[in-house]
């Protein structure tokens, strides 16, 4: 996921990497472009999801249902989980 390009889909935005960062987040609702949104420039972490009991399952490379982790700037952020992951169009 780190070594080439792909867009995360979430219910709302869809995050745009970069060789492992983020260049780019895009409103699903509206289309336009979140530049100031706060995952812009984070490097992609690692990948999570909650299992049926609330505990976290090991991290992992993103996969349809995960949330992921970005970090940049000092600080981190976590999507909500992803519904597809896809190729730039």
Do not use: W
Not at 12 to 38: M, S
Not at 41 to 56: N, Q
Not at 70 to 82: C, D, E, I, M
């Amino acid at each position: 996921m780190r070594d080439r390009n792909v867009v995360l889909l979430t219910a709302t935005a869809a995050y745009h990497l970069a060789q492992g960062r983020c260049t780019r987040v895009v409103c699903r609702a509206t289309g336009r472009d979140v530049p100031e949104h706060t995952a812009v420039g984070m490097d992609l972490v690692s990948a999570f999801r909650l299992d049926g009991i609330g505990e976290l399952e090991a991290p992992r490379t993103p996969a349809a249902g995960d949330c992921v982790c970005l970090f940049g700037k000092g600080r981190s952020f976590v999507t909500a989980p992803l519904e597809a992951i896809q190729e730039p169009h």
